[in-house]
């Protein structure tokens, strides 16, 4: 007990603080309808002097990284092969291939508008995949460098305002387009980055769009792990020949499969993913809460208009890819 003292009175201040930024998050969240993840971001960049302080950095810091890699393996409990049966194969390779394009086009207008191509993989994932969640776990693998904080602040900032955008706007577009329940879940679940914003803009069209954009997002949600896979053996080629080399697959997406695997298999009962799911959504306010802590708010101003033109590109690019094959062959 002795020995565990020292370690409580160096992590508890800080890891307390990043607790109480996500229960501040989740009560504007359930209260007044906010973006959780996005008020955990700001509530934590208003508080960011705290990361800065001796005694609670250390805390802060395991939020921002150990429990964020807990959060990212919980979710894989989410997944199941089932949920995927009956929804079609040519939907699933489009939202499959709308994935790495999105990617794709975030590395290339990083070149073009000079930006890191890490940065483009960090804005294209998360685009792509599922928004804040996704930033967070393509950010774990980043470099610790002066940029990576930053970045990973600025990118869930940004996804999540377009989220909450295409949330509000896109079921009016599938209206004026006269697309059926069907082709708007897909387009909903394909398009939209957090999840959160999916459910409540299928459930606001109708219950069968609801249930369908929120499978496809599952989908796209089962797509980070082999997305992360890649970007760790990047990033591990990648760096110097004397440096620390980041594992070849990295223990929190294995947890991720690992779960993913059991849920298919019917191995988890829905007790405990009952039991679960208030954690995976608590473990990722809190690490989402301790980046904004550790952000420094000036530094986070410095990333520019480009990179929020990379962002509405994205989102925009990825709208364009799914739509055109709905309208052309009605998938």
């Known amino acids: 007990m002795t020995r565990l003292a020292p370690l409580f009175r160096c992590y508890f201040p800080g890891f307390a603080i990043a607790a109480v930024v996500a229960l501040a998050a ?3 969240a359930d209260h007044y309808g906010a973006p959780s993840m996005l008020m955990a971001i700001l509530i934590g960049l208003a508080l960011n002097f705290l990361g800065e302080d001796t005694r609670t950095a250390p805390g802060i810091g395991l939020a921002a990284r150990h429990v964020l890699r807990i959060g990212v393996a919980l979710l894989g409990i989410r997944i199941s092969a089932d949920t995927l049966a009956g929804l079609g194969l040519a939907p699933l390779s489009l939202v499959a291939l709308a994935v790495p394009l999105t990617i794709g086009f975030g590395l290339l207008l990083a070149r073009l508008l000079g930006q890191p191509g890490r940065f483009g993989f960090l804005t294209g994932g998360a685009v792509a995949i599922c928004g804040a969640s996704a930033a967070m776990a393509i950010g774990a693998l980043l470099p610790q460098d002066d940029r990576r904080e930053r970045d990973i602040a600025f990118t869930v900032i940004a996804v999540t305002v377009m989220s909450t955008l295409a ?7 599938t209206a004026r387009l006269g697309l059926t329940d069907a082709s708007t879940g897909l387009l909903l679940g394909a398009t939209i980055h957090d999840v959160a914003q999916v459910v409540g803009a299928g459930f606001s069209v109708s219950p069968e769009t ?4 929120t499978v496809f997002k599952l989908f796209r949600v089962m797509l980070l792990a082999p997305v992360v896979v890649i970007a760790a ?3 591990r080629n990648g760096s110097a020949a004397g440096g620390r080399r980041p594992p070849l697959v990295p223990g929190f997406v294995i947890g991720f499969l690992v779960l993913a695997a059991a849920n298919s298999l019917g191995l988890v009962p829905q007790a405990l993913r009952d039991l679960l799911d ?3 959504r608590a473990s990722l306010l809190m690490a989402v809460g301790a980046v904004g802590l550790r952000t420094n708010l000036p530094g986070l101003m410095t990333v520019g208009a480009t990179a929020a033109l990379m962002i509405v590109a994205e989102t925009v690019f990825l709208l364009a890819i799914v739509l055109g094959p709905l309208l052309i062959w009605g998938l």
Do not use: A, D, K, N
Request: net charge negative; glycine share 4%.
């Open 26 to 28: 989740q009560f504007l």
């Open 167 to 173: 949330m509000i706007l896109y079921p009016v577009l």
């Open 210 to 213: 609801g249930e369908i954009s």
């Open 233 to 235: 053996l990047t990033l």
């Open 278 to 280: 208030p954690l995976i």
